[in-house]
């Protein structure tokens, strides 16, 4: 059975940083992409960033330059360094892999983690 649990949320005060994790189990995702999307109170789910499995990234417009997607295969591992937090970024933020391709769709990754809550006060 595949797990994903996702850690390293919290408040933060505006411009400051968080690193969010997602560590897999029950099966290896070093041949697909994994990605991480956000949803905030009262809103879609929507899409942050996402890695291949050849290291390319893919990130929404309005994290380009704050944030940065990184995996550790070895570990089974992607992970979200988050700078410059703002408000706006208050969210619960979820990981997901074993997408091959629309890296911003939600409907192209097989599996989701439980989330973690970001909240960035200002």
């Known amino acids: 059975q595949v797990h994903l649990v996702e850690s390293g949320g919290g408040l933060v005060q505006a411009g400051g940083s968080l690193r969010l994790s997602c560590a897999a189990s029950?099966?290896?995702?070093?041949?697909?992409?994994m990605g991480w999307f956000r949803q905030a109170p009262g809103k879609e789910r929507e899409f942050v960033a996402a890695i291949n499995w050849s290291g390319g990234t893919y990130y929404a417009d309005s994290v380009k330059g704050r944030f940065t997607i990184s995996r550790d295969n070895a570990k089974n591992t992607v992970y979200l360094q988050m700078n410059s937090l703002k408000p706006e970024d208050t969210a619960v933020y979820y990981c997901?892999?074993?997408?091959?391709?629309?890296?911003?769709?939600?409907?192209?990754?097989?599996?989701w983690g439980q989330g973690t809550q970001v909240t960035v006060s200002s």
């Open positions: 997901a892999a074993g997408a091959y391709g629309s890296w911003s769709r939600i409907s192209s990754y097989s599996y």
């Open positions: 029950g099966r290896t995702f070093s041949s697909s992409a």
